[in-house]
């Protein structure tokens, strides 16, 4: 069997996976035999895994499963993760005592919690929750905003080590939910017809979605690139080009349908909503390409991602 063979069966595999209410994710994926999957496929299983995750909609925290694996850490662990300009990764330490924290965490929150304080992954145990709230963009997605108060208990690993599993998982779910905005307008416009012909026959539909497709196909290069190397820098740059890639698919799409695709009927707001979502956690686009430009300004060079 041929290695796209083999991606082949396992994306069925998820996919059907998926289309079901999952309950326990990692109990759904050990009926799957994951454990052989991710020692045969490696990182491509895991990718395949959160691409079909964002592509469902699915609501399961397959982030926090990731990035546990990633670090080695037990599967069941939950993460509270920090928004876009959140301060939740500076948390100080005040001794034995509650501390306040604030996040997002997705799926039903236990009774400790992995968060970041002083440069580390730290496991607390939670006192109380005052917040649980859908997150606002995206009601729909399972994720909360999460305010409470915690008590630090150990350190399981550098925080630099967890957002970079983090931003490797949250690019490759972008890319994936950037990919079904284009399906969507792609199979909007061969159906609407304007003037006897479908909309997607004339030229400047066709230069918007080629100009999407594009995009598309560089921040994937850019998040598989990032996949093989591993680095920080690498993930970091990975997520923010493909959170870019996908808020400019997702505005195209939305204008060759016409602005149906801010109608909430419209699968295409779903994709574009969670898109928004996944964008807004840990560092925002735009913050990291203001400190690439900052680096570049002061000299620094920058550092090279496989022919990027």
């Not at 982030?63 to 662990?77: K, M, N, R, S, Y």
Request: negative net charge; aromatic residues 6%.
């Amino acid at each position: 069997m041929t290695s796209g063979e083999l991606d082949g069966l396992i994306r069925e595999s998820l996919r059907a996976m998926f289309a079901r209410p999952l309950l326990d994710l990692k109990g759904s994926l050990d009926d799957l035999g994951w454990t052989d999957v991710v020692a045969e496929s490696g990182r491509g299983a895991w990718a395949l895994l959160l691409s079909e995750h964002a592509r469902s909609l699915s609501r399961s925290p397959a982030l926090d499963l990731f990035v546990a694996t990633e670090l080695g850490l037990d599967p069941a662990i939950r993460f509270l993760w920090p928004g876009d300009h959140r301060r939740s990764a500076e948390l100080a330490i005040g001794g034995p005592g509650l501390t306040l924290a604030e996040g997002l965490m997705a799926g039903p929150v236990g009774a400790s919690v992995a968060a970041p304080a002083q440069g580390q992954l730290w496991l607390a145990d939670v006192d109380r929750w005052d917040e649980q709230t859908p997150v606002g963009v995206d009601p729909a997605s399972g994720w909360r905003d999460m305010r409470g108060q915690i008590r630090w208990r150990q350190t399981l690993a550098p925080w630099a080590a967890a957002a970079s599993a983090a931003n490797l998982g949250l690019a490759i779910q972008l890319i994936a939910s950037a990919q079904a905005c284009l399906d969507a307008a792609i199979t909007y416009v061969g159906q609407r017809t304007q003037f006897g012909r479908p909309i997607g026959s004339y030229q400047a539909v066709r230069h918007r979605l080629a100009g999407s497709y594009a995009l598309l196909a560089g921040g994937e290069a850019l998040v598989n690139a990032a996949l093989a190397e591993g680095s920080e820098s690498a993930a970091k740059l990975a997520k923010a080009s493909a959170a870019e890639a996908h808020n400019a698919v997702s505005r195209e799409a939305i204008q060759v349908c016409g602005g149906i695709g801010l109608s909430a009927e419209f699968v295409l707001v779903e994709h574009v909503r969670r898109g928004m979502l996944l964008g807004s956690l840990l560092d925002s686009a735009d913050d990291v390409d203001s400190k690439v430009g900052a680096d570049l300004v002061a000299g620094v060079r920058p550092v090279p991602i496989a022919r990027f």
